[in-house]
């Protein structure tokens, strides 16, 4: 039969799973620049998240009640199970490893998009100082061709 662990595990790997699929279709909706779809994958990010959330506290709880130890330090090792059978450590230890990896793919594929997001941002304030500044009349271009402002001489061409 198998523990509450071993299904709180399991549990938490396929949400992991969904939330990563919600990170890709985030991501590829922010290269696309697709505003109207990340309205959508903003709120299933957000539930996603917040499942994943009630996960790890479940299996935190079954961490104190099936006595796990796990290493402090990275890559986090599943050490001990003391309060279940030593035949279902090596399994245990496999799913944690599993959970471990795909959490690190998550946060990763996070941190890109989070990037996109900030690069994306950038752009479009230089677009509106840009705007601005041709409305007002500061405008102008270098020998290259590039938009530049004529009152501070920064180039608004470089990202």
């Given at each position: 039969?198998?523990?509450?662990?071993?299904?709180?595990?399991?549990?938490?790997?396929?949400e992991?799973?969904r939330?990563?699929?919600?990170?890709?279709?985030?991501q590829?909706?922010?290269?696309?620049?697709?505003?109207?779809?990340?309205?959508?994958?903003?709120?299933?990010k957000?539930?996603?998240?917040q499942t994943?959330?009630?996960?790890?506290?479940?299996?935190?709880?079954l961490?104190?009640?099936?006595g796990?130890?796990?290493?402090?330090?990275?890559?986090?090792e599943?050490?001990?199970?003391?309060?279940?059978p030593a035949?279902d450590f090596?399994?245990?230890?496999?799913?944690?490893?599993?959970?471990?990896q795909?959490?690190r793919?998550?946060?990763?594929?996070?941190?890109?998009?989070?990037q996109?997001?900030?690069?994306?941002?950038?752009q479009?304030?230089?677009?509106i100082?840009?705007?601005?500044?041709?409305r007002?009349?500061?405008?102008?271009y270098?020998?290259?061709?590039?938009?530049r402002?004529s009152?501070?001489?920064?180039?608004l061409?470089?990202?």
């Amino acid at each position: 039969m198998e523990s509450l662990l071993s299904q709180a595990f399991a549990a938490e790997l396929i949400e992991l799973d969904r939330f990563i699929a919600v990170l890709e279709r985030e991501q590829a909706a922010l290269i696309a620049n697709d505003l109207a779809d990340l309205i959508e994958i903003a709120k299933q990010k957000a539930e996603r998240a917040q499942t994943l959330e009630m996960l790890a506290r479940e299996r935190k709880r079954l961490f104190d009640l099936n006595g796990v130890a796990i290493d402090d330090n990275v890559p986090h090792e599943m050490l001990a199970v003391t309060r279940l059978p030593a035949a279902d450590f090596p399994a245990l230890a496999a799913q944690w490893r599993d959970l471990l990896q795909k959490a690190r793919h998550a946060s990763a594929l996070n941190q890109t998009n989070g990037q996109l997001i900030n690069t994306r941002q950038q752009q479009n304030q230089q677009m509106i100082a840009l705007f601005q500044n041709e409305r007002a009349g500061n405008l102008s271009y270098d020998a290259y061709g590039q938009p530049r402002l004529s009152s501070s001489g920064h180039s608004l061409g470089k990202a």
